[in-house]
């Protein structure tokens, strides 16, 4: 964080930088980031709104246009999202519309933004409607993770992150897979992070409009976002996305593509981080969201299929096998 002012001069050289925050993070990292900012000769503006996934709206949104206005930002300034997934959702949603287009960078302090939303350039607000149902694709300068950041975390924001992280295991990388399984919680962050984001920055420079093989960064959201939703986002991103993960490795074992001790193992590991491997909710609930997934075209939906520990694949699921899959992973 006292470092930013040079990781940024290595990518733009802006003379303002407006740093978004939200109010749970701003009070702890906002000086120590405004200071550094400003002793590497910058100007430096601050916009913070109130801490949450509802403020991720179109309210929200137009403030932080209106406010970048008022200070007569222009496109050789910069964006610093300071905070978790929601700020940099909303910042880069700014920075992608903002003048067409102004640089931002990424400075997440959750292990879920560290690891996933921060980086491959996704950026979105809510509707009432649904998450993240107005976007853009719109990729950060830079993306900066300072691992301290996670010292002030809550261990229920921490371990949501921890999902993403075996999630990224299960799709790529079993020796990661074998760390998680050992360490638990108390995995090398240095080493998870950074292979995370290796993992997650190769992905993307294959696939950055989601056409593809970047898909496969949905395993278990599909059925994750039906038990998210059908809470009322009471159950948090990271248990939904470990019960859809351990759900659908289930369902996987009994269409025949996988073994059943991938989903024990799977299984293991996700208690060992207190992280749910089931849910309550019924077939039904589960598949009618499934059908406004944002992965489906047309009368298919992409489900994300483990085979193995590092291997999964994209299975194009007609609507009507859908119900009998979830139903399967029960
Ligand atoms: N969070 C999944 C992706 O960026 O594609």
Known sequence: ????????????????????????????????????????????????????????????????????????????????????????????????????????????????????????????????AGKNLVGAFYQPKVVLCDLRALDSLSPAVFQDGCAEVIKYGMLYDPILFDHLAEHNVNFSREYVIARCVELKADVVCHDEFDRGERQKLNLGHTIGHGIESASSYRISHGQAVAAGMAIITKAACSIGECDFTVYQL?????????????????????????????????????????????????????????????????
């Open 1 to 128: 964080m006292e470092n930013a002012g040079t990781y940024i001069a290595r990518v733009c050289n802006p003379s303002t930088c407006v740093i978004i925050s939200d109010s749970n993070v701003f009070p702890l990292y906002g000086n120590i980031l405004a200071d550094a900012l400003k002793s590497s000769g910058y100007q430096v503006y601050t916009f913070v709104f109130s801490a949450g996934e509802t403020s991720k709206n179109a309210k929200t949104y137009i403030e932080i246009l209106e406010f970048l206005a008022s200070k007569k930002i222009t496109r050789s300034d910069l964006l610093i999202a300071l905070g978790g997934g929601v700020v940099g959702d909303i910042t880069g949603f700014a920075a992608a519309t903002y003048l067409r287009g102004i640089p931002y960078v990424q400075i997440p302090t959750t292990l879920l933004a560290m690891v996933d939303s921060s980086v491959g350039g996704k950026t979105a607000i809510d509707l009432q």
């Open 266 to 330: 799977l299984c293991r590991v996700l208690e060992h981080f207190c992280l749910p491997c089931s849910t309550d909710y019924s077939s039904d609930t589960l598949f009618e969201s499934a059908l406004s997934d944002k992965k489906r075209s047309g009368k298919t939906v992409n489900l994300i299929i483990p085979r193995e520990v590092g291997n999964c694949i994209i299975m194009p699921t007609p609507i009507n096998r859908v119900h009998s899959i979830i139903e399967a992973g029960l």
